[in-house]
């Protein structure tokens, strides 16, 4: 920590994916604190992933945290519990500038994801901006607004969401793919084999696909390595949890410490 007070500038989630490009963020599971989004804005980040899929949290936990982060270019996503209409909606309403569900299956599922997320005539997401520095311009400029930036990322993690993966990929309006590594290998009877061939034929299945439609893919990570490897497989996108990034920063400088004499 250098105490300089400086960070490096941060990017928007789809302009670091434009032109192919990689981005890197956070999926956050226990840090909720209101100076999250100005941390990972001054650590460099270019989206933050909030989990209301395995946590206490909802939206209304989250929409001061939102607020907080209103000026700092981190896009928070938030990844509700499934692609239902009223999640998206309350997570969207909240403040997220977008949206990822899980255990996404079928083209419907995916479809249904879009709709919720995005204004008519793209979606049947109900209007409720009443700030007036949201509706500058008027309602249809505060529309087109919306639907030009929220993202939406559509989550494959099951055997099922790897055979529908092509006609997945190439719905309209889904943005990103991200690939759940851990249910897959659940799914697929390996738990936690991810140099299982199964398992690595299903990625490179769904490399396949994404390619083909044309969109990015991401994934969780750990490591460093194991980001240039995605990288070199042809992932756009990955993201560090904040409970690993903790732990692993504090174990190392714990370790340096008690090595000193």
Known sequence: MNGSGKGRATRSLRAALASGGFAAGVMLYEFDTPAVMRLLALAGVDFAIFDLEHTGWDAGTLRRLFA??????VDPIVRVQRADRSLVASALDAGARGVMAPMIETVAAAELLVDAARYPPQG????????????????AAAVARANETTFVIAQIETRAGIEHADEIAAVDGVDLIWLGQFDLTLSLGVPGDF??????AAVEHLLVACRSAGKPIGQMIRSVEEGRALRRMGFGAAA??????FEDALRAQLDALRGER
């Open 195 to 200: 140099t299982h061939p199964d398992y690595t």
């Open 68 to 73: 907080t982060g209103r000026g700092t270019d």
């Open 124 to 139: 049947r997401r109900g209007f409720g901006v009443l700030l007036s520095d949201d509706l500058h311009g008027g309602p």
């Open 240 to 245: 560090y949890a904040d409970v690993w990034v």
